[in-house]
């Protein structure tokens, strides 16, 4: 665990290097985090990184941080809600 933590800070402190993070969703699509920076609100949240989800039915973006060794991801929905959503950091693999 300890391992897969401090891989998952260096990846975000790594600006340069563009690596993404994957899990499967609930809709059979997948919640992607990347280490771009956050688009919402024209990119003011540098501190964020970009995050993804998809399905069959839609796609949104949002925001994303790991806090206490969780990753917490703020979803920018279609309707303007913005709602926080806590996933263990576990869930996630490397994309390859």
């Known amino acids: ?10 990846f975000v402190s790594l600006n340069a290097y563009a690596d993404t993070w994957v ?8 919640i992607t985090l990347s280490s771009d920076v956050c688009k919402a609100d024209n990119g003011q949240w540098v501190a964020l990184k970009h995050a993804y989800s ?3 039915k839609i796609y949104f973006e949002g925001c994303w941080a790991v806090i206490d060794g969780n990753v ?3 979803w920018v929905m279609p309707d303007g809600t913005r709602p926080r959503r806590v996933y263990p ?3 996630f693999n490397r994309k390859s």
């Open 1 to 10: 665990m300890k391992k897969f933590l401090l891989a998952l800070v260096a």
């Open 23 to 30: 899990m499967t969703n609930q809709g059979g699509g997948e």
């Open 54 to 56: 998809w399905t069959n």
């Open 72 to 74: 917490h991801v703020t």
């Open 89 to 91: 950091i576990t869930s």
